[in-house]
T-cell receptor, first 114, second 110 residues
Framework: DAGVIQSPRHEVTEMGQEVTLRCKPI?????LFWYRQTMMRGLELLIYFNNNVPIDDSGMPEDRFSAKMPNASFSTLKIQPSEPRDSAVYFC????????????FGSGTRLTVV | GQQLNQSPQSMFIQEGEDVSMNCTSSSIFNTWLWYKQEPGEGPVLLIALYKAGELTSNGRLTAQFGITRKDSFLNISASIPSDVGIYFCAGHYNTDKLIFGTGTRLQVFP
């Protein structure tokens, strides 16, 4: 199994530009989670899906953030327009049967907005 | 969002020393998990605990599910330089999502 695959690994963009982060979960996993990690705030849950349906997006910071999961093997997190304070590492994770057996995390996307 | 309290926040130890860290919650959990995050990578699951009082080992790592179900402990024996990283606890209780701890940053000096 290739694990959770995220792309790109690194993204540098200018303030105001649109950014799209991508995630391919592990085949057979029915939950997908998007997290943001910063030194100040640690790991923050942004949104999660169950069977491709968004369940809880209360962690999405503001309307500039949106996430989709069009099918079981792909999800995107979009930021538009991006701001310097969005600079962070964004992780995607997937799991089978909610969190009982834990999540498998991707390697993350390091986003820098200048 | 809710986070679990981990202590210590950071540790600077010498190679060969034993390490202890813990995680506490105001709520009970049915599952406790411990993750390690190495620089530039995502967290990786180390140990999963499913029963109060349970003690589980994975090599030099030993974790315990607290009897009150509100805490968990992780010990690393005879630390080595590759133990460097951030250790996270996570709890699960009949919901879809895990609640993560604030992390313990471990630095090991040769």
């Amino acid at each position: 199994d290739a694990g959770v695959i995220q792309s790109p690994r690194h993204e540098v963009t200018e303030m105001g530009q649109e950014v799209t982060l991508r995630c391919k979960p592990i085949s057979g996993h029915d939950y997908l989670f998007w997290y943001r990690q910063t030194m100040m705030r640690g790991l923050e849950l942004l949104i999660y899906f169950n069977n491709n349906v968004p369940i809880d997006d209360s962690g999405m910071p503001e309307d500039r953030f949106s996430a989709k999961m069009p099918n079981a093997s792909f999800s995107t997190l979009k930021i538009q327009p991006s701001e310097p304070r969005d600079s962070a590492v964004y992780f995607c994770a997937s799991s089978f049967f909610s969190g009982y057996y834990g999540y498998t995390f991707g390697s993350g996307t390091r986003l820098t907005v200048v | 969002g809710q986070q679990l309290n981990q202590s210590p926040q950071s540790m600077f130890i010498q190679e060969g020393e034993d390490v202890s860290m813990n995680c506490t919650s105001s709520s009970i959990f049915n599952t406790w998990l411990w993750y390690k995050q190495e620089p530039g990578e995502g967290p990786v699951l180390l140990i999963a605990l499913y029963k109060a009082g349970e003690l589980t080992s994975n090599g030099r790592l030993t974790a315990q599910f607290g009897i009150t179900r509100k805490d968990s402990f992780l010990n690393i024996s005879a630390s080595i330089p590759s133990d460097v990283g951030i250790y996270f606890c996570a709890g699960h209780y009949n919901t879809d999502k895990l609640i993560f701890g604030t992390g313990t940053r471990l630095q090991v000096f040769p």
